[in-house]
């Protein structure tokens, strides 16, 4: 089956750095990637999509300059939140669909963001 | 905009009962709907998607059209179903998901 790797799996960072998540597809070639936010004890809201070699389209209400999404491969996204703030500090998912959507959306374990 | 309603936060049920997890939307086209599950400390899984049609694990559920439904039915609950249960909506292709705010379903021995 189709697996992604999510890496770090948590991050503590200091108000006002910049922090990478990794999001990589293991054994296929992901056309689309996906970037989700969730808040404790709710949903998960979807920030923005990514598609290899293009730029990402982000929802409405997320900020694209502090939320930066590389797509450079097939396998691999990430998400930079530059400039961090304690609010910035959330759960965040990525999520993967395979080129003949077979799999359908394929979840990383996460990634807990806490800014001090 | 499309939205997915999950109305029971929490629901529990007793091991061997039906049970059934409620998920309505609203969308003008033909959407996709899945359902994923949450065991604890694990990332989420693909438990169904309406166009495949299949049972996984005894669950099963229906897109009603009419309703704007796609509840997620089991007819004898057991323990290890205890978990968080996501119902999500694709407007089709490659589009992200619109989630529901999920149901925490507790089977209780």
């Known amino acids: 089956g189709a697996v992604v790797s999510q890496h770090p799996s948590w991050v503590i960072c200091k108000s006002g750095t910049s922090v990478k998540i990794e999001c990589r597809s293991l054994?296929?070639?992901?056309?689309?990637m996906f970037w989700y936010r969730q808040f404790p004890k709710q949903s998960l809201m979807l920030m923005a999509t990514s598609n290899e070699g293009s730029k990402a389209t982000y929802e409405q209400g997320v900020e694209k300059d502090k939320f930066l999404i590389n797509h450079a491969s097939l396998t691999l996204s990430t998400l930079t939140v530059t400039s961090a703030h304690p609010e910035d500090s959330s759960f965040y998912i990525c999520s993967a669909i395979e080129m003949g959507l077979s799999y359908g959306y394929t979840f990383g374990s996460g990634t807990r963001l806490t800014v001090v | 905009a499309q939205r997915v309603t999950q109305p029971e936060k929490l629901l529990s049920v007793f091991k061997g009962a039906p049970v059934e997890l409620k998920c309505n939307y609203s969308y003008s086209g033909s959407p996709e709907l899945f359902w994923y599950v949450q065991y604890s400390r694990q990332r989420l899984q693909l438990l169904l998607r309406h166009i495949s049609r299949e049972s996984i694990k005894g669950f099963t559920a229906d897109l009603n059209k009419g309703e704007t439904s796609f509840h997620l039915k089991k007819p004898f609950a057991q323990e290890e179903d205890s978990a968080m249960y996501y119902c999500?909506?694709?407007?089709?292709?490659?589009?992200?998901?619109?989630f529901g705010k999920g149901t925490h379903l507790i089977i209780q021995p």
């Open positions: 054994d296929f070639q992901a056309t689309t």
């Open positions: 999500a909506l694709s407007e089709g292709g490659a589009d992200g998901l619109t």
